[in-house]
């Protein structure tokens, strides 16, 4: 397959899912009880809704991120991104992360923090009546709530 292409996945069931891709990654409606581990060098966006029990690993190598649908995440790490936007229609826990643009989570619970996020640009976050505790060494360059 010619370099550039987006890819489609979807995993319809699995225990633990890692996916490396030198192209774009689109994820269809995917379901994995535990980790889910994804590195590109394109973007990564979805056409569905993605439910992870355990921990989500993504690496776009500095493209973007959009997972804007209905998603169940535990908690989610990003090795590496410019812009990222997350939909997580419950509680979110962001572990270690470095994003050099910016970073949009909305959540249907409590945003909090398992390790340091380093992000470069706006930070925008919405839990709605929930709460929101970022309480490592983080580095953001402008925080939006």
Known sequence: MPLGRQIKVTITAANNATIFDINALVLDTSTI????????????????????????????????????????????????????????KTALILNTSTITGTLTITTGGDITDNGVLVISGLVTLDSGSHDITLDNANNFSSVGI
């Open 33 to 88: 009880t535990g980790n889910l581990i994804i590195t590109t060098t394109g973007d990564i966006s979805q056409t569905g809704s993605l439910t992870i029990g355990g921990a989500a690993a993504l690496n776009s190598g500095g493209h973007d991120i959009n997972l804007g649908n209905a998603n169940d995440f535990n908690s989610l790490g990003i090795t590496s991104a410019r812009d990222v936007m997350v939909n997580d």
